[in-house]
C-alpha cells in the first residue's frame, strides 16, 4: 500500500503541523511514514508544501504526478500543488477562503476566481471537495485551528487506511496548548465532511 498526500497552504496556516499530526497518526496506526516539508519564500505568506507519504514508501519527497490527494489549505496554492504533483484522477480537498498576497491587496494584480481554479483543478482530480472550511473553524472560535479541521475533512473522507481516532491521540500528542480546542476544531471539520459534496 502507499498513499502520496500534499499539504499546500502559505506559511502561517499550519502546514508543517498537520503534516507532523498526520504523519504520527499513521505510524500510531502501524504504518510506515516519511514526511518532509518544502519552504517558498522563509515567512509568513510564504508558499509552504508538506509531503506525507504513507506505506510502502521509500523517500521523503512526493514525485511530480504521484500525488493521490492534494489538501489544499488556500486555493492558489492548492491549483500550484494539483498542475506539479497531482496524478491523474486524484483527489483535491480543498478550502475555499483565499489568503491574498500583497500583490494583490495592493492593487498591482488580481486574484484568480476560486471557481476558475476549481475547474481548472477538474481537469486532473477525480474529485474536488471545495468548502470555505474557513468557516468551520470561526464558528467554533477558533480561527487558528484551519489546519486541524482540514484534517477532520480528510479523515471523514474515507481516503485514509486507519481511522479519525488515531489522528485525535497525534493532535493530543502534539498540541499539548489549547488541546481540547483543536479536537473541537478536529472533530467539527470531521463533521463537515459529511455534508461536502464534491464539486460540479
Not at 2 to 24: F, T, Y
Request: charged share 20%; aromatic share 6%; net charge neutral.
Amino acid at each position: 500500500m502507499e498513499l502520496n498526500i500534499i499539504i499546500a497552504g502559505v506559511g502561517g496556516q499550519g502546514n508543517v503541523r498537520a503534516a507532523q499530526i498526520l504523519g504520527l497518526a499513521a505510524v500510531k496506526a502501524g504504518f510506515n511514514v516519511n514526511v518532509s516539508d518544502v519552504y517558498g519564500i522563509s515567512q509568513r505568506g510564504g508558499a509552504v508544501v508538506s509531503h506525507v507519504r504513507i506505506g510502502d514508501v521509500h523517500g521523503p519527497l512526493v514525485e511530480e504526478h504521484k500525488a493521490d490527494i492534494i489538501l489544499g489549505l488556500e486555493p492558489m496554492e492548492a491549483l500550484r500543488a494539483v498542475a506539479r504533483f497531482l496524478k491523474m484522477g486524484g483527489v483535491v480537498i480543498l478550502n475555499t477562503r483565499p489568503i491574498y498576497p500583497i500583490e494583490v491587496t495592493t492593487g498591482r494584480a488580481n486574484y484568480p476566481d476560486v471557481n476558475e481554479m476549481i475547474k481548472m483543478m477538474k481537469e486532473v482530480a477525480s474529485s474536488v471537495i471545495a468548502l470555505d472550511a474557513m468557516k468551520i473553524v470561526e464558528e467554533e472560535g477558533f480561527p487558528i485551528a484551519l489546519n486541524i479541521a482540514m484534517l477532520g475533512l480528510l479523515a471523514g473522507s474515507g481516503l485514509l487506511p486507519f481511522k479519525p481516532d488515531f489522528i485525535e491521540e497525534a493532535i493530543k500528542e502534539v498540541l499539548t496548548f489549547m488541546t481540547e480546542k483543536n479536537i473541537r476544531a478536529f472533530r467539527a471539520g470531521l463533521k463537515a465532511s459529511t455534508f461536502a459534496r464534491p464539486s460540479l
